[in-house]
């Protein structure tokens, strides 16, 4: 160590030596900035970089011992062999190379430590190549443990700093540490190489003219390493830029709706978090617009895809030119849009509400489509309405469907009293369609007896669903939410496909009775399932009926009753459920055969206060017999009502006094499970009293 600083000391110039420090702290700086954008290239370009960071290192290694050498006081004349000079220039340029290429090679830092210690060799070849090309007109000694310290402590030093580099811990310090690391490997490894040389010359050198050269020649170098690494550090920024504009494009890119060139949903949620967090910076108020619009179907359907896009197109550009420039209008998807405005109070919101309604209702005169769309708008004011992004969206989305419910001309604001409603629904569809997926809803089974024997005839599926905070919640509350959200359909084919596998599992080869809904009824493809599903489970045709309201029939009645002909032709029955309570127009049973009407059980309960109730029920009886179509009377509680529709001569009833409705495992007894269905004629059911307890 002493003897290495007594070399730098007394056989060094100092100003050399402050230049050599400088080129190589400059030249480390880069070659480390520049190997970052190597790691972060990848393929072909990673590979140009290595090249670049190469280029770089090496100059700076081999202009730090260049100058240092014409810092050198040799005592003796000196001739510098211009190929071994060139030639060592070259092997420290390919050796980094090589060492960073292996660096990068592996994603572990022990390839990063061999890439660095082959970093350093090349450092220390590259000096004693130089060396070698350094002819001095005298006798050198060389110290051995010197000559083989030298490459170690670069190796060593090089290969630290390509760890420090490659290892994520340090963040962005590792750049200085990694640059320090190299400046102290190279300077290391040189001077202890040069304390390793003993020179005894032959003739004394001592001319200063010889001195001045070397130092203009020390210069001259240091300007060309400094030109060089400038000219890297000019590529790195250029790349640099370059990749930061491909990246903001990308990005926009990412964030436009390719139809309408508006901002689309992840760039409306990034905006709208930041646009919060400044109104609220800010003291202002935000308002969130929700728009839908309205007969946008309906071009689609009728006017097709090309107008239904040129329409989507036309108003996203009005809209945005009927904004103020600060404010942000962006299409989520399909036909849904949604604008931020910022405000001080609500009246303020008045005039642009007033000029997005302009938009969206003024004509549109395309091509492939005229008319005006027109749209449904719910607003929704941070901070009075909701504090965080997600809450604000939702209560924007519910004022604007109660807007699109009310047919409403006018935007709707939010209101917690009216809208409160409205999520609560929202909060159970989201619930009711997890427990769909996660099969959580359950079948139970009730009863259809014989009056006079209290013969089970048939057992109706009814939907439980056992909410896991609200409880039991009935059929008549989610079964609406599920029709407004639109999984009605699934639901219902979920019920009748687990009916069917569960009635071949009684003991008893008794009906079925499965309610569908009018969304099931209307979409195309009730018969197919029903196909599908007496196939797929094996139920004998003749066991399934379905029951259906005359509510549901009439909201397509010609095609619905079309469906259910063809569905009856299959040998699958067809009840009349819940009769009374609706039309009860006499012309759809003359439309249709049902092989069965149910009474509604709200005539049951008035049995025996009510003369109408019994007037109704006998006329509904006689209109059975007359039709000779079985009647059955639902909602049978009292042996009092029972007794009544004995004597009026109802054949069939439901109702807890025959049997509540209970699941699978309680009708079925573990022995008739095992041994399945048998094909037991109806009157082997089993008796009430069996099926109430
Ligand atoms: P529904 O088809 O008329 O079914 C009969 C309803 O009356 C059932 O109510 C049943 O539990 C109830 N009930 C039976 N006997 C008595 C009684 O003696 N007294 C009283 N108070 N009620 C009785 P639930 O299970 O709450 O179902 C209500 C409605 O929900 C059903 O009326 C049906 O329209 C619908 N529903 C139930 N399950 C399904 C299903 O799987 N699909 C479809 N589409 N609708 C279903
Ligand atoms: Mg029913
Ligand atoms: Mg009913």
Redesign the pocket.
């Known amino acids: 160590m002493l003897a290495v600083a007594r070399c730098i000391a007394t056989e060094h110039d100092a100003s050399m030596i402050a230049l050599a420090v400088l080129v190589c702290s400059l030249g480390t700086v880069v070659v480390t900035q520049m190997f970052e954008q190597a790691r972060a290239s990848r393929a072909m370009a990673r590979m140009c970089w290595i090249v670049l960071t190469s280029v770089a290192a090496g100059a700076t290694i081999w202009c730090t011992h260049f100058v240092s050498m014409m810092g050198y006081a040799a005592n003796a004349a000196v001739r510098i062999d211009p190929l071994l000079t060139v030639f060592s220039l070259m092997v420290a340029v390919a050796g980094t190379s090589l060492g960073l290429w292996v660096a990068l090679a592996g994603a572990a830092l022990r390839s990063a430590a061999i890439g660095g210690a082959l970093v350093g060799a090349a450092a220390a070849a590259m000096h004693f190549l130089g060396m070698a090309g350094y002819r001095l007109d005298g006798l050198i000694h060389w110290r051995l443990e010197y000559v083989a310290t030298a490459p170690l402590l670069a190796m060593a030093l090089a290969g630290a700093a390509l760890v420090v580099l490659c290892g994520e811990r340090l963040g962005r310090a590792r750049i200085p540490l990694a640059a320090g690391l190299l400046v102290a490997g190279i300077l290391s490894m040189h001077f202890t190489a040069m304390t390793a040389m003993e020179v005894a010359s032959f003739a004394p050198d001592e001319s200063s003219a010889n001195s001045d050269d070397r130092h203009a020649l020390g210069l001259a170098t240091a300007l060309v390493g400094v030109i060089a690494m400038a000219a890297s550090i000019a590529a790195a920024l250029v790349d640099r830029r370059t990749r930061a504009e491909a990246f903001r494009h990308l990005r926009r890119l990412a964030m436009t709706d390719s139809l309408t060139g508006l901002t689309n949903r992840p760039g409306f949620n990034e905006a709208l978090t930041s646009r919060l967090a400044a109104a609220e910076r800010a003291g202002t108020k935000l308002a969130l617009i929700a728009i839908d619009l309205d007969r946008f179907k309906e071009v689609n359907d009728l006017y097709g895809h090309k107008a239904g896009d040129d329409v989507l197109a036309t108003l996203a550009r009005r809209m945005s030119e009927h904004l103020r420039a600060e404010d942000l209008i962006a299409r989520l998807g399909g036909d849904e849009f949604v604008a931020l405005v910022e405000c001080r109070n609500r009246e303020e919101l008045l005039v642009p509400l007033g000029r997005l309604e302009a938009a969206l209702t003024a004509q549109v005169d395309l091509e492939g489509f005229a008319g005006s769309v027109g749209a449904s708008i719910g607003v929704a004011v941070y901070p009075d309405d909701a504090l965080t992004a997600e809450t604000l969206s939702t209560n924007a989305d519910l004022a604007m469907y109660r807007a699109k419910r009310e047919g409403a001309s006018e935007p709707c604001f939010y209101d917690a009293g009216i809208d409160e409603v409205a999520r609560r629904r929202t909060e159970l569809a989201h619930d009711l369609r997890i427990a769909v997926q996660t099969g959580k809803l359950e079948l139970h089974y009730?009863p259809q007896s014989r009056v006079r024997t209290g013969e089970v005839i048939g057992y109706?599926?009814?939907?439980r669903w056992k909410h896991p905070t609200l409880g039991t919640v009935?059929?008549?509350v989610f079964?609406p939410v599920a029709e407004e959200h639109g999984f009605m359909v699934t639901l219902?084919e979920w019920?009748l496909r687990q009916a069917c596998a569960d009635a071949t599992k009684w003991p008893r080869a008794c009906k079925l009775s499965v309610?569908?809904?009018s969304q099931q009824l209307n979409k195309p493809g009730l018969l197919e399932l029903c196909e599908r599903v007496l196939r797929e489970t094996g139920l004998p045709t003749h066991r399934l009926e379905l029951?259906l309201t005359e509510t549901a029939i009439m909201e397509n009645r010609e095609r619905g009753l079309e469906v259910l002909r063809r569905i009856q032709a299959l040998g699958v029955s067809v009840a009349l459920?819940?009769f009374g309570t609706g039309y009860s127009s006499l012309e759809i049973m003359r439309r249709f055969r049902f092989d069965k009407i149910k009474l509604d059980?709200f005539f049951a309960s008035e049995l025996g206060d009510s003369n109408q109730a019994l007037a109704i029920v006998r006329a509904v009886l006689e209109l059975g017999r007359s039709m000779s179509i079985p009647v059955l009377a639902?909602?049978?509680?009292t042996r009092k009502q029972l007794d009544i529709l004995i004597r009026e001569g109802c054949e069939e009833a439901?109702?807890?006094l025959l049997g509540r409705?209970v699941p699978l495992e309680s009708l079925v007894d573990e022995d008739a499970v095992r041994s399945g269905p048998r094909g037991y004629s109806m009157t082997d059911c089993p008796s009430r009293t069996a099926a109430a307890q």
């Open positions: 009730q109706e599926a009814l939907l009935p059929p008549s079964i219902g019920v309610n569908v809904s029951e459920d819940d059980r639902e909602g049978i509680e439901q109702g807890y409705p």
